[in-house]
């Protein structure tokens, strides 16, 4: 079955950098196009950056645009993102899943990674 492990957030203070990593099994991840959404309490889940089967393809939300860099190892069934120059507004808990262009997402979602950016 599909399991999605987010690692990598914290507390951060603005204008500083974090890298997300996401363990994925139970599909076959190289032919699946990914994706990291963020949610804050209140609000949907909101889609942050989707990246290709080959990991050459790239999308990104404007808000985080030039700031975050997604990227995938095929090899290792991970896919990453680095977030630089981060600013309050991105405090959210971060998932990652299938998705980017007009794919939707599993219904399964990992336990997803808390980023706080707060001075």
């Known amino acids: 079955q599909v399991q999605l492990v987010e690692s990598g957030g914290g507390l951060v203070q603005p204008g500083g950098s974090l890298r997300l990593s996401c363990a994925a099994s139970?599909?076959?991840?190289?032919?699946?196009?990914m994706a990291w959404y963020r949610q804050v309490p209140g609000k949907g889940r909101e889609y942050v950056a989707g990246i290709g089967t080959r990991g050459i393809v790239t999308n990104y939300a404007g808000a985080v645009k030039g700031r975050f860099t997604i990227s995938r190892d095929n090899a290792r069934n991970t896919v990453d993102l680095q977030m630089a120059s981060l600013k309050p507004d991105d405090t959210a808990v971060y998932y990652c899943?299938?998705?980017?262009?007009?794919?939707?997402?599993?219904?399964?979602w990992g336990q997803g990674t808390q980023v706080t950016v707060s001075s």
């Open positions: 899943n299938r998705g980017g262009w007009t794919v939707e997402p599993f219904d399964v």
């Open positions: 139970g599909f076959p991840f190289k032919y699946i196009v």
